[in-house]
């Protein structure tokens, strides 16, 4: 069996106890950077043996891990933050699984995207996750696609590009688009940018730096 196992995207007490049972429990664990993950698993005293699983290993490496839970192993699948498939190395690995007849379930808990948009004050009923957004090819096709796009959108962004990506959207939508800038989240320094489009561009050019992970949000008045 595989589970997948969400782990905190910030404060180590957002941790599930069934994910540290989980974590404790299987046979080995599956982490994008072992190194990263020995903090959250010293912390809860894990000592369970790791192997790397990250967005650049080895079809080999897969096959050895889907051979391994074939032979009767259990394994837990973990990335440095968060929840292991959303914008970070897994769907592979979990097609392949499942392919393989192994019985893959998830461990849910904390993830980027729902704790910004819950507490974005965006309407929740429909939205859609674009990942990270294309930084090349595909961007501007995207901007106006998104012209049209009635649900509130989320967005990860890095706080490096976040202003050139407001100022690029501005050209598509309209100034009074409301945004919501998720920085920090579950941190000390958690916090939430809210207003217009025109708003929060300002805000945000008004500050000399812009440190830490953030998620974007926005939704048109349409
Ligand atoms: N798998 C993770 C999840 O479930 O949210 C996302 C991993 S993705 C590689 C990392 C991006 O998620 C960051 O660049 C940032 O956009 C967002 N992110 C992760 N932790 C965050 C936090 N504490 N506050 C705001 N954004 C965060």
Not at 2 to 21: C, H, Y
Not at 60 to 85: F, H, N, Q, Y
Not at 116 to 130: E, N
Request: charged fraction near 25%.
């Amino acid at each position: 069996m595989l589970s997948i196992v969400s782990t905190p995207i910030g404060n180590l007490e957002d941790m599930t106890f069934r994910a540290v049972r989980t974590l404790k429990e299987v046979d080995f664990i599956c982490a994008e950077d072992t190194r990263t993950s020995k903090v959250l698993l010293n912390h809860y005293q894990i000592s369970t043996p790791l192997t790397s699983f990250h967005a650049h290993s080895t079809d080999a490496k897969r096959e050895a891990i889907v051979r391994r839970l074939k032979a009767g192993e259990s394994a837990a699948l973990i990335s440095d933050a968060g929840t292991p498939g959303i914008s970070d190395p897994g769907w592979i690995l979990i097609r392949d699984c499942l392919d393989a007849g192994i019985q893959v379930i998830p461990i849910p808990g904390a993830s980027a995207v729902l704790s910004a948009l819950v507490a974005s004050g965006l309407p929740t009923h429909r939205f859609v996750y674009l990942g990270f957004l294309p930084l090349k090819k595909g961007r501007q096709t995207l901007f106006k696609a998104l012209v049209e796009e009635e649900r509130t959108v989320v967005f990860y962004e890095s706080a490096r590009r976040v202003v050139r990506t407001l100022e690029q959207l501005s050209q598509y939508l309209s100034a009074t688009t409301q945004v919501v800038i998720a920085r920090e989240l579950t941190k000390i320094h958690e916090e939430f940018t809210r207003g217009t489009l025109m708003e929060v561009l300002s805000e945000l050019r008004g500050r000399s730096s812009i440190k830490g992970e953030l998620v974007v949000l926005f939704k048109q008045d349409r």
